[in-house]
């Protein structure tokens, strides 16, 4: 493939776009090549579009990953020069039109291949549906199954990041917390969370001393965050309308999607964390908000029992914790520099990408729902 590289103004040293992509690689004991690579990483981590899924140069397969710049040629995406390195003029790029002729993915305005996005979700959600109308125990099995894959992404994700969590406990652990959490109610999964906190701790002791609290304490993150907030979903299911309150909880957090994506793409303009999630506007989390408290409402009213306040009551908290675990792990994500925790799911990205919302909404429906629609 041809490229055409302008000249560098006179006076200033060129450096073309494959050098700069070498710079990764640079050995250490070169300071200018490593702060040339301290440069371009955090620039270029500054100007990715963490949302856009076209947008994959850091992404959960490689800290930076120099082939996705030459991929982009392959989609005729124009490669977006990296900002200047100091002393050094970056080499712009010409690309040739798409060789293949093949088209290029259907994506929305948010930067979605919508149509992969839709079939997953729809997907997904038979699965959990079939699971709880025929054998509510599948539903068991699924959350496993679920959280399994969630952990597993996590960890190589934090990885990157030179974490590292002993996955052996982790999993082990999950499956211990929600198989008590189906037995023995709450305290079950509390006694799940407790005794993998200390495995987690008497494993990585193995390991020996050095980075032992960032590792351990990873770990206890990793547990918290997926098993032990995943264990809430299991204790929707345990009352004779588990099965009622299971879907008002995540039809509820879907709504909270659709209602935050319709509106922030159409309306949306006032950015809400442009930092984490440029994307993420003020405009779409009302309309988060709105879509939650219409659900809300009915499916506590009619599903449940209860009051239709408390039906909004419950749909604006669910709208919040929805939202916040949405740029909670966007924001675990820029933290580590990748674009998405897996590729298991197209259109989406990991497993646990599907999980930000729903893991701390659990909980929180699991507590309100036991208020404003009491057993």
Sequence with gaps: MRRVEPEAPEGTARLALPDLLDAGRAPASDPERVELDRTVRSEAVETHDWDDPDDDRYDA??????????????????????PDAPGAAVSGATLEPNPTGAPPARTGRAG???????????????????????????????????VVVSVVELTR???????DPPLTPLLVGSLAMLALAWERGPTGLAVGFFLTVFAVLLWRLGDGPVGYLRDASTGVFVALYVPLLAGFAVLLTLPDDGVARVIAFIATVVASDVGGFQAGVLFGKHP????????????????????????????????????????????VAIAVTATLGDLG???????????????????????????????????VAYLILSVVAPT
């Design 157 to 163: 994700a934090l990885r990157k990041g030179q974490y």
């Design 112 to 146: 979605r291949d919508m149509v992969a996005a839709i079939g997953v979700g729809l997907s997904l959600g038979a699965v959990i549906l079939a699971s709880l109308f025929l054998h509510k125990p599948a539903f068991l099995l699924v959350v496993l199954v679920a």
């Design 61 to 82: 397969d490689d800290r930076y990953d120099a082939d996705d710049e030459r991929d982009d040629a392959a989609d005729d995406v124009p490669l977006t020069a990296l």
């Design 272 to 315: 809400m964390a442009e930092s984490v999630s440029p994307k993420k506007t003020w405009e779409g989390m009302a309309g988060s908000v709105v879509a939650c408290s219409i659900a809300g409402a009915l499916f506590v009213t009619l599903m449940l029992d209860g009051t239709w306040w408390g039906g909004v009551l419950y749909g």
């Design 329 to 363: 792990e966007s924001l675990l994500k820029r933290d580590l520099a990748i674009k998405d925790m897996g590729h298991l799911l197209p259109g989406h990205g990991g497993l646990m990408d599907r999980m930000d919302s729903l893991l701390p909404s659990a909980a």
